[in-house]
């Protein structure tokens, strides 16, 4: 098993950023793809990007392609993401999960473990 912790979130304006961070424990964070995920107000939890163990594939929802970035440091045991020119639409709690490295992994079925979340509010 694996615990996962997500910290990084708070309060930015539009067209700001910020990076959040995933730390895992319990097991060898390399052993798995991660992944983010976030949910709004009213709405289901949805695929944001994910990461394969060697760091090298990455996946991207449409929404955030070209503003957000998802990297991993297997040393520090920790995978991030980096938000950039955030808008409005994108406040949520924002969930890193980690799942077995042969899924594509942007399906929630896909993932073992799942952090507590983190929230992310964007305002105008």
């Known amino acids: 098993q694996v615990q996962l912790v997500e910290s990084g979130g708070g309060l930015v304006q539009a067209g700001g950023s910020l990076r959040l961070s995933c730390a895992a424990s319990?097991?060898?964070?390399?052993?798995?793809?991660m992944g983010w995920f976030r949910q709004a107000p009213g709405k289901e939890r949805e695929f944001v990007a994910r990461?394969?163990?060697?760091?090298?594939?990455?996946l991207y929802a449409d929404s955030v392609k070209g503003r957000f970035t998802i990297s991993r440091d297997n040393a520090k045991n920790t995978v991030y993401l980096q938000m950039n020119s955030l808008k409005p639409e994108d406040t949520a709690v924002y969930y890193c999960?980690?799942?077995?490295?042969?899924?594509?992994?942007?399906?929630?079925?896909?993932?073992?473990?799942w952090g507590q979340g983190t929230q992310v509010t964007v305002s105008s």
């Open positions: 999960a980690a799942g077995n490295p042969a899924r594509l992994g942007l399906i929630l079925q896909e993932y073992d473990y």
């Open positions: 319990g097991r060898p964070f390399s052993s798995y793809g």
């Open positions: 990461i394969k163990w060697s760091g090298s594939s990455t």
